[in-house]
């Protein structure tokens, strides 16, 4: 029988292409959107409601799935937002917005969906972080941070799931080219006369450029199906461009204060 997989997220960018990879494959797909209706018309694969920040709506759809399906196999926490702001200007709010969505979401729709799959004794649960997640990049520390507890709650995960045949990873992803420039929260203060607000504006600009230039998010479907075939997943994968995978294996190797030259520099920021 196929194998069952929920996307959050599947509604743009790196989601849609898991989506759309894995309906290719002859899964079972149901991505998600806090709008299906505006997509669906769009996507061949079911697109169901569901917001992170609402356990209201994870239950509904998690029994959409079981009803229909009678099973779910994988999970794939991918919805997410970017945020941009120096640390100075996060207000506390800005910051536990984007916490909620990419750290307290996984963990409400983890939540959900283990009951479930320890039940079966089988399972997979695959959380999407970034390679930004390893460094905590300027301008973009919040994001960076909201990452890193991605691979943390996912190590810890691992472990505690391995007694109940399910498995649990991460996949790190470079740079795609999605809609997450103009679905990034910026931290107000960055926007409204702050001192920062000459470097946020060349930062952003910068960043925005990398994204639009970047790799195609097909390449995300083809490696999360690879995992899905795994029989025995990894803690974490890293999928990108070779500049930017090779960054994770520098930053290990070399002594911190020259990664963070080569970051500053990267950025053409002060390197002293
Ligand atoms: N693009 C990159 O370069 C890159 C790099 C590293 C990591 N990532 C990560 O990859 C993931 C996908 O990002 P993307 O680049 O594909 O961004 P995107 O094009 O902006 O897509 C974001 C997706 O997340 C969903 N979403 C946002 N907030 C949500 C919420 N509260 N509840 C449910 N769904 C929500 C959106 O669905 P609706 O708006 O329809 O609800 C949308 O489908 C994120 O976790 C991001 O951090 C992206």
Redesign the pocket.
């Known amino acids: 029988m196929n194998q069952v997989v929920l996307v959050?997220?599947?509604?743009?960018?790196?989601?849609?292409s898991i989506c759309l990879y894995l309906h290719e494959k002859g899964y079972i797909v149901y991505?998600?959107?806090?709008?299906?209706a505006?997509?669906a018309h769009e996507v061949p694969f079911k697109l169901i409601a569901?917001?992170?920040?609402d356990d209201t709506t994870i239950t509904p759809a998690l029994k959409t799935i079981i009803d229909a399906e009678g099973k779910l196999d994988v999970l794939v926490n991918?919805?997410?937002?970017?945020m941009l702001g120096s640390i100075e200007d996060s207000t506390a709010e800005e910051v536990k917005e984007v916490f909620?969505?990419?750290v307290y979401?996984i963990l409400r729709t983890c939540q959900a969906v283990l009951p479930h799959m320890r039940e079966r004794k089988m399972g997979l649960i695959i959380n999407?972080?970034?390679?930004?997640g390893y460094m905590g990049l300027p301008y973009r520390g919040i994001?960076s941070a909201t990452?890193a507890s991605v691979h943390m709650i996912t190590e810890a995960m691992r472990m505690e799931l391995k007694p109940y045949g399910v498995h649990a990873c991460v996949v790190?992803?470079?740079?795609?080219?999605?809609?997450?420039s103009?679905?990034r929260k910026v931290a107000h203060a960055g926007r409204s006369g702050s001192v920062y607000m000459e470097e946020i504006n060349r930062i952003e600009a910068m960043i925005n450029a990398e994204?639009a230039h970047?790799s195609d998010?097909l390449l995300m479907g083809k490696a999360i199906e690879k995992i899905i075939r795994s029989s025995n997943p990894d803690i974490n994968y890293l999928v990108?461009k070779p500049m930017q995978k090779l960054s994770i294996l520098v930053r290990r190797l070399v002594p911190k204060k020259w990664f963070e030259k080569i970051i500053a520099s990267h950025y053409n920021m002060p390197v002293k």
């Not at 959050?8 to 849609?16: A, L």
């Open positions: 959050t997220g599947g509604s743009s960018g790196i989601g849609k991505g998600t959107s806090r709008n299906p505006r997509y569901l917001d992170v920040l991918n919805a997410g937002i970017g909620e969505t990419n979401g999407v972080s970034s390679i930004a994001y990452k790190d992803p470079g740079d795609f080219a999605t809609n997450i103009d679905n994204v970047s998010p990108g």
